[in-house]
C-alpha cells in the first residue's frame, strides 16, 4: 500500500462494513479497487474465489484484471471475479437457470432480434419511432426490476399499459424460443434473489465481498442486484462519484448513492479529493461550475501540481470556423510542444458536431480516430456467424434461425419463412426442429423445401462437429461449410474487400481462442456482452469522441466545441429540467484535460437553409474569471498568437503542395 495518500489508505483497510468510497475525478479510484482486493487475499480475510469486482465495461474490468495481475503475483488471485454487471447476470443464469425456467445453451437476444419481436407483436404498419418508444418502454421497466405483472400495476397511462401488455407477450415468446435479453441479465437474478432466500444465502457465500466501481451509474435493477447479493450485512465497496453521473438517458440513477445510506445506516463514506490529473486552473474551473449542483456530500478537488495554462474561450463564426480555429491549434501546439496527435482530444455533444472538425484535421493531415464506428460484432458477416452459432446451440432460438437460414440466401423466402413459422407454432416446435419434418417440407413449395432440407443437412453436421472441434475451430468450419464464406466473395468487388471480410471472421475464431472445454452457446452468450470500446487502439491519432464516451478517459490538451445554449446544456434538458446533468456533462469534460483546455462557441448555425442566431452556454458565466481568457480580452497576445497559428498552418499546406 505504498505510495497511497490517507483517505486512499483508509478506504483499503476499512473491510468489515458497508463503504462507499466519493472518488472525484483522477482521484485513483482504480488503484485503491486494486489495492483492497490485493489487502482482502494477502490478510486472509477473504479468499480470492470468494470476491467480486463489478464493472461497467469490458474494457474497465481487463484494465483491471491486468493491474490485478501485476499487483498480486503467483496464484494467490485464481478464483477472483473482475466483470460487469451483466456479464455477472450472464454468470448468475447459467448456473440458476433451471431455477427461472431456461434450458441449458439458452440465448441472449440483441437489440436486433428483440427489435424483430417486438415489432412483429406491434403488428405490420408500425413506424419506427413506435417501435423504438415501445422497445425503450419495455428496457426501462427491466431496468427498473419490474415484471410484466409489476409493469402493468404500476402503469400509469394508456401508453405504458399498452407497453406491459407487449412487454408480457414479448417475454412470453421469449420464453418459448429458450432465449433471455440484454435486461433480462440484471433482472431475472434480482427476481430470483429477491424471491428465494436459500439462492439468496447461496449466493452471499458464494461472493463474500462485493466491489463495485462506478456505483452512481447503476440502475434501479442493478441496485437491487448488488443489495441481494450483499444481503443485511453489506460486506461491500461501492466506488462512485454523483458529479460524474451522465447516464440518467440510460437508466442511471445517481440517488442510489444516497439509497446505500438509507439501506445501511452503518455505511462509512470516504471521500477522495486529491486529484492526480488535472492542472489547478482546471480543477478550479471544474469545483466552480459543479459548485452549482445540489450535493449530498460535497467535494473540492485538488492538486499539487502547477497552475498551468488559463483555460481558452473561443467565439466562433459558425462550426466550419470552429473547426478551422481547432485543427489549426492543434498543429501548432503539437509542433511547438513537440507532442504526438495522441495527446490531444476534440469533444463535443452530439455525434453530428464531427463532420466539420473531420474535414479541418483532414485538410492539415492530422491523423484522427472518431470513436463510435460500426462496432465489430454489429458487422454482417460476424453477426451471421454468431447467429449460426447459437443455433447450433440452441435449438430453439426461431430469431438465430431466420437469420442463418438467410445467410447466405438460399431458395427460402418470406412467404416460406412464414408458412414454416406457422407449421411449427401448430406443432409446438422451434422452426429448426421443423424442418427435420418430412410432413412440414411437404407444404411447401419443392425449391425452398429441398433449400431447408440442405440447411438442416448442414446444420446437423455442425452440431456434430461442436462435441469434437474447439469453439475457433468450429467457427473456421461453419464459415467454410455454411456458405458465407462463398456468399462474401460473391458479394466483394475486389480481392481486398473479400480478404478484410474474411479477416472478420478470422478474428471472430480468434476470441474463441482459450475457451476450450466450454460449449459454443456459452461462448456466444459471454460474445455478445463484449463492447465496441474493448476492440482497437486508437493509436498516434487525435482522439474524436463524445462527452459521453470521455468518460474514464484522460488527454493532455482537451478541446470542447458546441458550447452554446440549446448544445450545452441540450435544448430538451433546458425545457424537461435537467440542467444539473448536462452540468455534470460538461464537468466531466472539464476533467478530461491533463495541462490545457479550449471551449468553444458560435455566432450562428443553419439548420434547414435558414440562419440560427446562437447563444453562449450559461455554463460560461459559471466558470471563474481569474481561470479562463476569452478572445480579444488581450489583443497584442491574439494577435501575436493568431500569426503564429497562420503561419503554422500555411507551412502544413505548402508542405502538402509540395507532396
Same mark, same amino acid.
Not at 553 to 566: A, K, Q, T
Given at each position: ?202 449466493? /452471499? ?27 443485511? /450485512? ?426
Amino acid at each position: 500500500m505504498q505510495g497511497l495518500n490517507p483517505p486512499q489508505r483508509a478506504a483499503v483497510l476499512h473491510t468489515d462494513g458497508p463503504l462507499l468510497v466519493l472518488a472525484g475525478a483522477g482521484s485513483g479510484k482504480t488503484r485503491v479497487i486494486v489495492e483492497k482486493i490485493a489487502h482482502l487475499i494477502d490478510s486472509g480475510r477473504m479468499p480470492a474465489k470468494r470476491i467480486a469486482a463489478i464493472t461497467f465495461t469490458n474494457k474497465s474490468a481487463k484494465e483491471m484484471r491486468e493491474r490485478v495481475a501485476k499487483r498480486i503475483r503467483g496464484d494467490a488471485a485464481d478464483g477472483l471475479t473482475i466483470c460487469t454487471f451483466h456479464a455477472l447476470g450472464l454468470k448468475f443464469l447459467q448456473i440458476e437457470h433451471a431455477k427461472l425456467g431456461l434450458r441449458r445453451g439458452f440465448s441472449i437476444f440483441d437489440s436486433d432480434d428483440s427489435a424483430a419481436q417486438i415489432k412483429d407483436l406491434l403488428g405490420t404498419g408500425t413506424k419506427p419511432d413506435a417501435l423504438e418508444d415501445m422497445r425503450n418502454l419495455i428496457s426501462r421497466a427491466k431496468n427498473a426490476g419490474l415484471s410484466p405483472e409489476q409493469a402493468m400495476a404500476e402503469a400509469r397511462s394508456p401508453r405504458e399499459v399498452d407497453a406491459a401488455t407487449v412487454y408480457a407477450l414479448y417475454q412470453a415468446r421469449l420464453g418459448t424460443f429458450n432465449a433471455v435479453d440484454f435486461d433480462d441479465l440484471i433482472r431475472l437474478p434480482v427476481q430470483l434473489l429477491e424471491s428465494d432466500q436459500d439462492c439468496a444465502l447461496a449466493w /452471499r457465500e458464494r461472493i463474500g465481498y462485493l466491489l463495485v466501481d462506478e456505483c452512481q451509474d447503476t440502475n434501479d435493477a442493478q441496485y437491487r442486484l448488488l443489495k441481494a447479493i450483499a444481503g443485511p /450485512r453489506g460486506l461491500f465497496t461501492c466506488v462512485g462519484d454523483d458529479d460524474q453521473s451522465i447516464y440518467a438517458w440510460r437508466g442511471a440513477n445517481p440517488d442510489n448513492l444516497l439509497e446505500l445510506g438509507r439501506d445501511y445506516p452503518a455505511l462509512e463514506i470516504i471521500k477522495l479529493e486529491q486529484n492526480y490529473r488535472c492542472s489547478n486552473r482546471v480543477l478550479r474551473a471544474a469545483n466552480a461550475l459543479i459548485a452549482h449542483n445540489p450535493h449530498a456530500h460535497p467535494k473540492t478537488l485538488w492538486s499539487d501540481q502547477a497552475d498551468g495554462e488559463r483555460i481558452r474561450i473561443w467565439e466562433c463564426r459558425d462550426s466550419a470556423h470552429e473547426a478551422e480555429k481547432v485543427a489549426a491549434e492543434i498543429q501548432y501546439v503539437a509542433n511547438a510542444k513537440r507532442a504526438p496527435w495522441s495527446d490531444f482530444c476534440i469533444l463535443f455533444r452530439g455525434n453530428h458536431q464531427s463532420r466539420a472538425l473531420e474535414k479541418a484535421l483532414q485538410l492539415l493531415q492530422i491523423p484522427y480516430h472518431l470513436t463510435g464506428g460500426t462496432a465489430f460484432l454489429e458487422r454482417g458477416e460476424v453477426k451471421d456467424a454468431l447467429s449460426w452459432l447459437r443455433l447450433i446451440a440452441n435449438p430453439d432460438d426461431d430469431a438465430a434461425f431466420l437469420r442463418a437460414v438467410t445467410s447466405p440466401k438460399r431458395e427460402v423466402g418470406a412467404t416460406t419463412l412464414a408458412k414454416l413459422a406457422e407449421l411449427a407454432q401448430h406443432a409446438h416446435m422451434p422452426m429448426s426442429r421443423a424442418i427435420e419434418s418430412v410432413g412440414a417440407l411437404k407444404q411447401l413449395a419443392p425449391r425452398a423445401a429441398n433449400a431447408l432440407d440442405g440447411f438442416a443437412t448442414i446444420l446437423r453436421g455442425l452440431r456434430e462437429d461442436a462435441r469434437r472441434l474447439t469453439p475457433a475451430e468450429l467457427v473456421r468450419e461453419l464459415a467454410q461449410r455454411s456458405g458465407l464464406l462463398q456468399s462474401i466473395r460473391a458479394q466483394c468487388k475486389d480481392e481486398a474487400s473479400y480478404q478484410r471480410r474474411k479477416q472478420n471472421l478470422e478474428e471472430l475464431a480468434d476470441w474463441f481462442d482459450g475457451g476450450k472445454g466450454a460449449g459454443p452457446g456459452e461462448l456466444a452468450a459471454q460474445l455478445a456482452l463484449l463492447s465496441h470500446a474493448d476492440k482497437g487502439d486508437a493509436g498516434n491519432q487525435v482522439r474524436l469522441m463524445s462527452l459521453h464516451g470521455a468518460k474514464g478517459l484522460e488527454f493532455r490538451y482537451v478541446f470542447i466545441v458546441g458550447v452554446d445554449d440549446g448544445n450545452l446544456p441540450h435544448e430538451a434538458s433546458i425545457e424537461e429540467g435537467r440542467v444539473d446533468e448536462e452540468r455534470r456533462l460538461l464537468y466531466v469534460g472539464i476533467t478530461r484535460a491533463k495541462e490545457q483546455l479550449w471551449l468553444s462557441h458560435s455566432r450562428q448555425t443553419q439548420r434547414w437553409g435558414d440562419i440560427i442566431r446562437l447563444k453562449p452556454s450559461r455554463f460560461f458565466e459559471e466558470l471563474p474569471a481569474a481561470e479562463i481568457q476569452r478572445d480579444g480580452a488581450d489583443p497584442v497576445a491574439d494577435a501575436a498568437r493568431k500569426q503564429e497559428r497562420a503561419t503554422a498552418s500555411l507551412a502544413a499546406i505548402r508542405a502538402l503542395l509540395d507532396g
